[in-house]
């Protein structure tokens, strides 16, 4: 006989684990795929589901959802992890599925960590997948279109999980406090505030939400009656440390730079502040953000601040020298830095517009006039004849042809009014007038 534990289940078993949903009814969420009438719902309970992709943060259901699917439409149910499988396991469960589609028997094959397969990894289910050996669900928290093989990717629906609502997350925890299988047998103590406390710091995932119940509750203080009374001391001791939902590789780790480079770019240096900390509490490493900082300075800041680019650089120099935690005051320093500076993409638009020019026009040969001649031949041919030297006119400015014929008059950059810019702005006027008036 198995072991029992006070409230009921195997010894070792976790909460999250004895209160697993067996139906949609009971399943938490995602009521824009499984609300009456939407997509997914309707295939289940149509019996008419393919190959899908359950894209999704952590403790969302993907895993559940995916056994839910496999005991409604009467299908075999494999669960196939990632992490521990190579081609071989693949195989031996691919013929496995074989067998049951010749004996009749349709097989969900549940690969959870998809985007931790290899390309080859991956295209080994193609086959099996394109004749209708089985039907794969794969979960992953990373962006499918990134990490998941196009061939495979197209051959499967993907579907957008999402983190759990505060009210969703008190709902399933009152429901475990009153579930047999998980505190209905015992008697507890704990205020709505205290689920709510919880639901918060659970930030959308289910998993971390029960586990953080079960912890405090098991380090409640229990009275001669047989009560379970959960202090707020006690809450607080369970949730003083949030791990922050971030992957250095994943689509967090681009969305969170992302947000770093817009809140600079708009002028906003309270949110850079905040994105700059979330990424370094994270772990991301400083001289990535110190890289992107560099690249900022010209990309949205450039002559209209021309001490952003130096101070960025000396950023990144201090970042080296003295690392984390020290250097997070220096990142701090060069993101207000940006945040404030005045701002333009001129620099940006220039190259841009003129890598256009240059892609499209490879082979404009260069004006003679600006060749240079270093060879006898080269003379003869008149490389160079014709060439103004600018430091010989007292304005430093001649009107010498420098482009090729077919991109005269072209206009790269266009100085904007901000900062330092507009001194620019005004100079390039001044050298355009005297060019024309020459």
């Not at 110190?290 to 120099?317: K, N, T």
Request: charged letters at 25%; glycine letters at 6%; aromatic letters at 8%.
């Amino acid at each position: 006989m198995e072991q029992m534990t006070l409230f009921g289940g195997e010894k070792n078993q976790p909460l999250a684990a004895k209160l697993r949903p067996q139906t949609l009814e009971e399943f938490a969420g995602q009521m824009h795929l499984l609300g009456e009438g939407k997509v997914l719902r309707r295939l289940i309970e149509s019996d008419q589901i393919s190959s899908m992709i359950f894209w999704g943060p952590p403790g969302v259901g993907k895993t559940t959802l995916a056994r839910i699917i496999a005991n409604r439409t009467k299908s075999s149910f494999i669960d196939f992890s990632a992490v521990t499988s190579g081609i071989k396991e693949i195989r031996t469960v691919m013929q496995q599925a074989e067998d049951n589609r010749l004996y009749g028997e349709r097989t969900i094959v549940f690969v959870d960590e998809i985007h931790r397969f290899n390309k080859a990894q991956q295209d080994a289910f193609l086959p099996f997948v394109e004749k209708g050996s089985i039907i794969l669900i794969g979960a992953t928290t990373e962006n499918p279109s990134f990490e998941v093989n196009s061939a495979l990717l197209s051959r499967c629906k993907v579907f957008v999980l999402q983190a759990l609502k505060a009210e969703e997350l008190v709902s399933l925890l009152t429901r475990a406090l009153n579930d047999t299988r998980g505190f209905g047998n015992t008697k507890v103590r704990i205020s709505h505030d205290m689920l709510s406390a919880i639901a918060a710091f659970a930030n959308g995932d289910a998993r971390m939400a029960i586990s953080t119940l079960e912890m405090v509750i098991l380090n409640g203080s229990l009275d001669e009656d047989g009560v379970i009374t959960v202090t707020q001391e006690t809450l607080e001791q369970c949730i003083s440390k949030k791990s922050l939902l971030y992957d250095k590789k994943g689509e967090e780790h681009y969305n969170l730079i992302s947000a770093l480079h817009k809140s600079m770019r708009n002028s906003d240096p309270d949110a850079s502040a905040y994105w700059l900390a979330r990424m370094l509490e994270a772990g991301e490493d400083p001289l990535y953000i110190a890289r992107r900082v560099i690249r900022f300075a010209s990309e949205d800041i450039g002559l209209a601040d021309p001490h952003a680019l130096p101070l960025s650089v000396a950023a990144y120099q201090a970042c080296h020298f003295i690392g984390m935690p020290e250097c997070t005051v220096h990142l701090t320093e060069a993101v207000i830095y940006m945040s404030l500076a005045p701002k333009s993409n001129a620099l940006y638009m220039a190259y841009e517009h003129a890598k256009k020019d240059a892609l499209e026009h490879l082979a404009e040969p260069v004006p003679l006039v600006i060749r240079n001649a270093t060879t006898t031949l080269m003379k003869e041919l008149e490389y160079g004849k014709g060439y103004q030297y600018a430091h010989d006119t007292e304005e430093k400015l001649t009107n010498m042809q420098c482009m090729p014929d077919s991109l005269l008059g072209r206009e790269y950059y266009r100085p904007t009014s901000q900062g330092q810019e507009a001194e620019w702005k005004e100079r390039l006027e001044r050298i355009k007038k005297f060019r024309q008036d020459f």
